[in-house]
């Protein structure tokens, strides 16, 4: 049994509970129902939630995975109701809400949640630009991450970027993904990403926490049927850029020394860190690195989350970030929003983006 299906079992008790005092609030506003109806709906809830992720760890089905998004979007509604519950319930001590006004605030939700969820699945492609003084000639790198290929996001995220990148693959050198390829909510097999092979242009892969949950062999296995060039605490050069990839660890790999990245630079090239969270960038900066490329955050995904997501990346939730480091160089952090949705397959005031960075001299 994975990480995230521990995950989700240890918390689907406190979810029910959750669930059925929200419910019973929101029923209160129309006259109310009986708890035990409400307690049977909130079960058939929780049993929607867990048990498709038994047959999805092993073997993914069409079945599982329908009933995995459906869970996902009502996840998705719930946390909407929940905000909307507290606002009615402020707003209501101090004056009388009418039973109309009420139910106008709740169906206000249903087009967002439309509109959430066809922005989730649509790609959009955005540049970036970066100046360097020691460039022998331009180059445009697409980053993505957190494609999260699994129960909600399957085959066809991975149809659907092969099909971007390739649109891309005249006006690009590289494509580096920082991490989360996988979600761990399905299992992994071998042919799961070869859409990817058909690309054109080379494409560069480091792991982040996600791709443990189904077993990292498992996601390097079908990056490698890919062609999908794997840099898991180690580096390479393409022309005038030097490469590391930066692993997340469980401790199931063993972590560089800061002495052993600082051997990496080469003070005549564009020095890059693949790395899948947006953290120890002023470290990474100083030991030599010009650029930072990161995702983890996707944004915070949707409102009210993308706030929060502020608050925990030190402002660095999505986006460039320039500062000069102590020779006086550029250096940037880019993160990305993410390519796919974690569990919950809905985007409000994010994008599902593939963001081309123009390295420029």
Not at 232 to 248: A, K, R, T, V
Request: proline share 3%.
């Amino acid at each position: 049994m994975s990480f995230r299906t521990r995950r989700v079992l240890f918390g689907a008790p406190f979810y029910v509970i959750f669930q059925f005092f929200l419910l019973k609030f929101l029923f209160s506003y129309f006259g109310g129902i009986a708890d035990i109806y409400t307690a049977i709906l909130v079960i058939l809830l929780g049993l929607l939630q867990t048990v498709p992720m038994f047959f999805e760890e092993n073997k993914s089905t069409k079945i599982g995975r329908f009933f995995s998004t459906l869970f996902g979007v009502w996840e998705w509604f719930l946390v909407m109701i929940f905000i909307d519950e507290i606002i009615i319930f402020i707003i209501g001590r101090f004056i009388k809400i009418p039973p109309a006004a009420i139910t106008l605030s709740l169906l206000i939700i249903i087009p967002i949640g439309i509109y959430a969820y066809y922005n989730a699945h649509k790609i959009v492609v955005k540049e970036q630009i970066l100046n360097f003084n020691n460039l022998e000639k331009d180059y445009t790198i697409a980053h993505l991450s957190d494609v999260h290929f699994g129960s909600i996001r399957h085959k066809q995220i991975i149809d659907d970027i092969a099909n971007k990148l390739n649109d891309l693959s005249d006006d690009c050198d590289l494509v580096v993904i920082s991490g989360d390829l996988a979600d761990g909510s399905s299992a992994v097999e071998e042919d799961d990403f070869i859409s990817l092979k058909n690309v054109k242009i080379p494409i560069i892969f480091t792991s982040g926490n996600h791709d443990y949950y189904p077993g990292l062999e498992n996601v390097h296995r079908a990056c490698k049927k890919a062609g999908i060039i794997i840099l898991e605490n180690e580096g390479m050069e393409y022309e005038n850029l030097n490469i590391y990839g930066l692993s997340y660890s469980f401790d199931d790999i063993q972590m560089p020394s800061r002495e052993e990245l600082k051997s990496f630079i080469k003070e005549d090239k564009i020095n890059i860190v693949n790395y899948h969270v947006p953290i120890g960038w002023n470290a990474l900066a100083n030991i030599g690195f010009d650029l930072q490329l990161s995702g983890h955050t996707h944004g915070g995904q949707f409102y009210p989350i993308i706030w929060f997501g502020d608050l925990m990346y030190e402002g660095h939730n999505m986006g460039l970030f320039n500062k000069k480091s102590k020779n006086n160089k550029n250096s940037y952090l880019h993160v990305t929003t993410g390519v796919g949705s974690m569990d919950i397959p809905m985007r409000w005031g994010t994008k599902s983006e593939i963001v081309l960075l123009k390295l420029k001299r």
